[in-house]
């Protein structure tokens, strides 16, 4: 059934010192450069997903993001077959541009380089780019232009959608007798993304969430992987150290479920589940550049009927804002 559980909860942020800034300077840089965790960092397959298409609603920017995973499988179908450990390793050429004012404009283009070793310590590597991403999003809601001081909340909302295209290789080998058939460099597949932001800013805090759906298309060797619902929840407050250096932790949850896969049309046994994190994360930003690094750790979850397990996620970026 295509539904999701995100668990609305949070704890207290930070309590880190800073030195503070008049308020109204204040403001000011942070209507710039503080609310970056609207689509944070991480996801599946280094595509976007839970980690995330951007790093904020009002940050135009180009830059570079690695992303790395750890996961171990079943080395085969059956419950006493061995584990292996497989490592996924992006990274991501990635940008956000405005068109007019009120759309804006998310590509992706990953570089993949997989590996996992066998039980006989055998190893499989795969390197090459991954699947291009190209999304549109229309502003609902807009934030007052960067030169307005406000001192009350503010929401944002966006809504849009896009396309994953198969610039990446499949390889039907690596389905074959192996439970975690995403040991690929793409889908091999058109892929369709639907997805929402919204985000509520206050002075130095914010609180932001994400939701997409990405309805899979079936490939040329008859492959189809489940449509796959992220979502993510965040939580962020900005220090500022000078008018030009400003640091943002934050810390939220995320959420992924992915319905089972299917091979001519039939179900696929032990695809399909559901996966949930915490996530935390920090921002550091001098003038036009932005330093970032965020985790996700798992706290739950039930992946291909327990034969593949995340380890850790994590990710690394580099951006220049335009």
Request: aromatic content about 14%; some cysteine.
């Amino acid at each position: 059934m295509n539904k999701i559980i995100i668990i609305l909860m949070l704890g207290g942020l930070f309590t880190a010192q800073a030195n503070d800034l008049p308020e109204e300077t204040s403001e000011c840089i942070w209507k710039n450069t503080a609310y970056k965790y609207f689509c944070d960092t991480c996801g599946c397959g280094g595509n976007g997903g839970s980690m995330g298409f951007g790093t904020g609603l009002n940050n135009n920017f180009v830059g570079l993001r690695y992303i790395g995973q750890k996961y171990r499988s079943r080395d085969g179908i059956f419950d006493n077959s061995p584990w292996i450990n497989e490592n996924f390793n992006t990274v991501q050429a990635w940008g956000k541009f405005p068109v007019g004012k009120r759309v804006l404009v998310n590509a992706l283009l990953p570089y993949h380089s997989h590996n996992r070793t066998f039980a006989d310590n055998t190893e499989q590597t795969i390197n090459g780019i991954g699947d291009a991403t190209v999304l549109a999003y229309y502003n609902v809601l807009r934030q007052t232009p960067d030169s307005v001081i406000s001192i009350k909340p503010e929401h944002a909302w966006q809504i849009g959608g896009g396309v994953k295209m198969p610039t990446g290789s499949f390889d039907a080998a690596n389905i074959e007798g192996s439970v975690n058939p995403s040991f690929q460099l793409g889908t091999g597949s058109w892929d369709y993304i639907l997805a929402t932001n919204y985000g509520i800013t206050h002075r130095n805090w914010g609180l932001s969430a994400l939701l997409n759906y990405t309805i899979k298309t079936e490939n040329s060797k008859n492959y189809l992987f489940g449509n796959q619902w992220n979502a993510a929840l965040n939580t962020y407050k900005t220090y500022y150290v000078s008018p030009s250096v400003s640091f943002t932790p934050q810390v939220g949850l995320g959420a992924e479920y992915f319905e089972e896969n299917k091979e001519f049309s039939l179900i696929v046994p032990d695809t399909g589940g559901d996966v949930y994190f915490a996530r935390f994360g920090l921002e550091t930003n001098y003038n036009r550049y932005a330093l970032g690094i965020s985790s996700m750790i798992p706290i739950s979850q039930n992946l291909n009927e327990g034969k593949v397990e995340v380890k850790n996620r994590v990710s690394l970026y580099l951006n220049i804002n335009i």
